[in-house]
């Protein structure tokens, strides 16, 4: 199932393979397994890790667009790479969006904020 794909997603993100974890996010859709909110936050640290902000964006736009909530722990993904790639009013951004959308905050959330300010 789902946990079989985000573990080799997880694994690509450790060895920084975009083209790997793109593959596997392919490879799951053709076998009707839909990404979850762990898949997705997932790509947002590998697209983080690898300093593209516009993609980790754009798969947390994707996400939205396909109907399945972000939670806490991938706005918290998000939030840290505007942080650790200097894009702080991101972050505060994102954190606002947060309190909008009633995802509750957590102590990360929080700390993340104030690594922005």
Known sequence: GVVVWNTLLKLNVKKASVEGALEVCEKMRASDVALDPYSYTTMIQLYSRAK?????SEVFESMQKQGVVADTVTY???????????????????????EEEKVKRSAVSFTTAMQAC
Not at 52 to 56: G, N, P, R, T, Y
């Open 52 to 56: 593209q902000l516009d993609k980790a």
């Open 76 to 98: 918290n993904a998000l939030m840290s790479a505007f942080v650790h790639c200097s894009k702080p009013d991101r972050a505060i951004a994102l954190f606002k969006q947060m």
